[in-house]
Structure formats: structure tokens, C-alpha cells
């Protein structure tokens, strides 16, 4: 299996967010779990170009999707 061509430091970074593995996990724990209702993209703790970011990265399935949707699995979990 190839490796994703982003990390998930480099989303945290590209969102502006702590990119440290503490950092990382200290956002997920404050803000996870989502409902099942509530898409990543439309969490209420994005910034407007965040969840523009999130969004359309995804909806292109662009280089970032895959890390992003992994996120979306560790933020449903």
C-alpha cells in the first residue's frame, strides 16, 4: 500500500492547528466524537476557511483526501 502523500502533522499545519503528536491528539480529544449526522467539514470548531479547505480537498479527491479521511474515522470513532 503507498503511503499518503500528506501526514497528519502536515493537515493539522495546513489548518493552522497544533501539528505536534500531542497537539494532534489533545484537538481530537476535545472535539471527538462527531455524530454520525454531523460531516467532518461541518463541525462546529472549524474556522469558515477550514471547513472550505476540508471540504473541497475532499470533494476533489485531491492530494489531501486520504488524510482527511482519516480524520473523519478518528473524529466519528
Known amino acids: 500500500m503507498e503511503q499518503p502523500l500528506h501526514t497528519f502533522s502536515q493537515l493539522f499545519a495546513q489548518l493552522g492547528l497544533p501539528s505536534d503528536a500531542a497537539g494532534i491528539e489533545q484537538f481530537i480529544t476535545k472535539n471527538a466524537p462527531l455524530p454520525d449526522h454531523v460531516s467532518l467539514a461541518e463541525a ?27 480524520l473523519n474515522v478518528r473524529m466519528h470513532g
Do not use: K, S, Y
Open 44 to 70: 462546529p470548531f472549524w474556522t469558515p476557511a477550514q471547513a472550505a479547505f476540508l471540504h473541497e480537498e475532499w470533494r476533489r479527491d485531491a492530494d489531501w483526501a486520504e488524510v482527511i479521511d482519516e
